[in-house]
């Protein structure tokens, strides 16, 4: 079937839109205005967009099983 490639699509559009998500609200919360601040930025930003992935990852887990 072809439920597997539209899982694997949807996981995709799903990582990118809340990797743009997670900077944003990064942005929001360190407002960098130095070097250090954007070191921090980053961090902030990845770990953010680590859980997001993480999360979509196990949403399409758990609809692939349904």
Known sequence: SNEGGVLV?????????LAILSGVISWNMIEPESFIGFIGFL???????????FLAIGLV??????
Do not use: E
Request: charged share 5%.
């Open 9 to 17: 699509a949807i996981l995709w559009i799903v990582t990118i839109v």
């Open 43 to 53: 961090l902030v930003w990845s770990v953010l967009s680590s859980v997001g992935h």
């Open 61 to 66: 887990a758990w609809i692939q099983k349904l």
